[in-house]
Nanobody
Framework: QVQLKESGGGLVQAGGSLSVSCVAS????????MGWFRQTPGKEREFVAA????????YYGDSTEGRFTIYRDNAQNTVNLQMNSLKPEDTADYYC?????????????????WGQGTQVTVSS
């Protein structure tokens, strides 16, 4: 089992930056892909970004590429999401996710482990 705990988030004005972090714990954390999804009420969970265990494979969702950066620190078992040029439509609950994921997969079902989420609000 892998446990995930998010931190960060909060309120920021449009155009600003914010960072969210996730710390993983568990026996198999060493080999898993970690990523981020987001969700707003009434909508499906949307893929944001993911990074492989080695950090060598990174990919983003269509709406976040170029503005968001994902990176991980395996020594600290953390994955971070740096969000720049934020827009009001980036407002959502952001969820850390992990699993043994096929490269390039953006499917929610491929990520076995989930955090509780952290809220990000971007004001206009």
């Amino acid at each position: 089992q892998v446990q995930l705990k998010e931190s960060g988030g909060g309120l920021v004005q449009a155009g600003g930056s914010l960072s969210v972090s996730c710390v993983a714990s568990g026996r198999t954390v060493n080999s898993i892909t970690m990523g981020w999804f987001r969700q707003t009420p009434g909508k499906e969970r949307e893929f944001v970004a993911a990074v492989s265990w080695s950090g060598g494979q990174i990919y983003y969702g269509d709406s976040t590429e170029g503005r968001f950066t994902i990176y991980r620190d395996n020594a600290q078992n953390t994955v971070n999401l740096q969000m720049n040029s934020l827009k009001p439509e980036d407002t959502a609950d952001y969820y850390c996710a992990a699993g043994w994921v096929p490269y390039g997969s953006r499917a929610e079902g491929d990520f076995r482990f989930w955090g509780q989420g952290t809220q990000v609000t971007v004001s206009s």
